[in-house]
């Protein structure tokens, strides 16, 4: 019989990725971070010692150790370190209230938690709610901070002069539990393997054109997937240069962008426009910039078209996915932003992508069906919860929950999540229908349609507007304006007006949190 080849041999894991680009590449600037600099050679042997310093505090191999922190170095370094010990980390979104991290350190079996100054006091607090934690790492953060006293200090783990054992650690190995934003109901823990981090990783480089002479701005949540797998680990993966912050607004990425020469920025629509709207924005200063990046929802029309005329240079791409996927599954190139408006695309190089009705038959052009994936991206399911498993590969497919429609060329334009689906009067509205619309008004500046309870329509199609500074606009002329356009049944049976639209770190509106306020 002959001799088994040892696994680690062919092995293909994240912290690998590393590993090679600093072989590669080990003078390049890897990390810019406030007044920190790495080079892919110091990146790399930072991350041996601090998973080794990990070790020696007791996280072995398959441990879920959780991460509660705001984009830094620290959190860029922990992330493949932990990789590298073979640990599953458990991103948490900062924003929560101390129950919701709690039960996600309950549910996912957490013992270790990751956090930083600005968010120790909702670290330790969270953890006191019946969780499984008995220690606390501390983290750097972009801007000098105090270590945070009863915690393992990032820099003394970095230390450790000891290594990490070999691993039984594969490619089949899981990497990490992202649970789900959670705007429609409580949170899922996405299992997601090594391999497939790392097949979206390939299709993110070939379809978002990823390249080692990157210089890629990170300043969406690491937590989220989008940023943390999308963009940061592709950038390592390829060998670009990283630029991390923790503040994603215009003062700060404005000004950031013509510094430090950025060529490559993801942020979902809601920061586009905000960066549209800002006084600090100048086209001429933003002339290095190469490569722009938007998801978490599609582009309104109306402000695309406004980045295309104020930022002509700029290739534009649309990525569309969820964290289930790891996360991307389709995407719109710069080649087709204005011919195909609104749509999010084709399915990107290892995704298979269809649109079907309820007996998975594929729609006909123009016909609304729910998107479903075949992909080595895909999670191997959720964590202890083997029923919504089930429903969510029912089929031999995964089942995203988004509706959407599929032109005569295959492109696809999501239309509405299908729990968001409103039915008003007995018909159905897309809320992005009815958005979109809205959007042509000059005035507006941001808007989220929703359904709400009404004794007449059963559901009420209501627009939450945020209004452009400097203009004026009232209920009935945002109803005149629908009305000349749409079907009466889409059209706006009350306008509400609003100062800003609640979302969460990522980008993505909370429509839930606007039903609940307004309901009442």
Known sequence: MPHEIPSVVRRQAIADVLRRTALRLPKKTAIVCGSIQ?????????????????????????????????????FAALRFALARCGAVIVPINFMLKPEEVAYILRHAGAQTLATDSGLADLARASAKLDTKVKQFIWLPSEDPSEPSAGMQNFYELAACPQTVPELKLASTSLAQIVYTSGT??????????????????????????????????????????????????????????????????PDNLLPMIERLGITSFFAPPTVWIALLRSPLFDPAKLSQLAKAYYGASIMPVEVMKEIASRLPTLRLWNLYGQTEIAPLATMLGPDDQLRKPGSCGKAVRNVETRVVNDQMQDVAPGEVGEIVHRSPHLMQGYFHD????????????????????VDEDGYISVVDRKKDMIKTGGENVASREVEEMIYRLPQVSEVAVIGLPDPKWVEAVTAVIVVKAGYELDEPTVISHCTQHMAGFKTPKRVVFAASLPKNPSGKLLKRELRQALAG
């Open 38 to 74: 790495w080079t892919y050679a110091d990146f790399d042997s930072l991350v041996s010692r601090l998973a080794a310093g990990l070790f020696s505090m007791g996280v072995q191999e398959g441990d879920k150790v959780a991460v509660l922190a705001r984009n830094s170095h620290g």
């Open 184 to 249: 429609e109901s409580s949170p899922k823990g996405a299992m997601l393997t090594h391999d497939a981090v790392l097949w979206q990783y390939v299709s993110c480089v070939i379809d978002a054109e990823i390249a080692e002479d990157d210089v890629a701005l990170h300043a969406l949540p690491l937590y989220h997937c989008a940023q943390l797998d999308v963009f940061f680990g592709p950038a390592v993966y390829m060998g670009s240069t990283s630029v991390i912050t923790a503040k994603p607004v």
């Open 386 to 405: 083997d029923e919504r498993t089930l429903a969510a590969f029912e089929g031999g497919w995964f089942h995203s929950g988004d509706l959407a429609t």
